[in-house]
């Protein structure tokens, strides 16, 4: 082996660190964020991966690390042994409450409250400009249904749910089942790092324990957000370039401070640390595999029926044939004449 590099999950989150050349005492020094629900299972599973010149991977160790165990509002510096092999790694954990992100019902929609509203307008006002620079704004985005998309399972129906992304805060609604014009109506409350991101709304198919299906994705640049408009977004394939099957409805807010915001644009952006992961999907390439069959027997069969209306195997069914393609070129003659 001559690189390593750390893989960090915690639930369906997944992080994974720059790769570097294998030594006895490899410093990565980076930094990776999770999002933490306190009434959830809190077990961050950290592996450490070798891979040599021929890009053949294998792992040379795991930790785990309990988050409900850490103590709130101060760096934890752990020392963790690694299973399967020797040595440890040594890592620094803040638990940070964070009142940015949030997921919510419709009835409960924080920006809908007048009292409240006018307390996150205050909070972003041009008077406190120079207060908490790193606090540009908050985006409200409300997922509000889709409508007509693509039956991803053989049953002709679909299990989608949304996956929300901006920069790499991560939040997504609840799967609705059997359903090709789900009803989410669930609202969900970012912090804003950088006004020029870019609000990336993807919709999956629940395929049980294995890797969701891609139903469609729409990416939305802050800056063009009209506030409190309810939209309809037309679905595209993953790399945003043609339209795919289906719609999803959005309706987003957007407060934040024009000074903060614009001191932001001068500093580096966030690194993005979340990878895709996902794999390709089974239950798709195996439609897509019965979609060709379909095809390629219809050729054959047209193939086979020329052959032997050429071959005379049946007298009669040549003869029709080919009196059928006589009468068609002598209509196609007619019509020239006309013209």
Known sequence: MTEMFVQLKLGDQRCKSKTLCKSANPQWREQFDFHYFSDRMGILDIEVWGKDSRKHEERLGTCKVDIAA????QANRLELPLESCLGALLMLITLTPCAGVSVSDLCVCPLADPCERKQIAQRYCLQNSLKDMKDIGILQV???KAVDLLAADFSGKSDPFCLLELGNDRLQTHTIYKNLNPEWNKVFTFPIKDIHDVLE?????????KPPDFLGKVAI???SIRDGQPNCYVLKNKDLEQAFKGAIYLEMDLIYNPVKASIRTFTPREK?????????????LSRDIDRVKRITMAMWNTIQFLKSCFQWESTLRSAVAFVSIG??????QRKEGLL
């Open 327 to 332: 009468s068609s070129g002598d209509l196609g």
């Open 142 to 144: 409300k997922v509000l």
């Open 70 to 73: 850490l103590p709130l509002k």
């Open 272 to 284: 993005r640390f979340v990878e895709d992961t996902r794999k390709l999907s089974k239950k798709i």
């Open 201 to 209: 709304v993807t919709v999956f198919d629940e395929d049980g324990d």
């Open 221 to 223: 640049p802050l800056l």
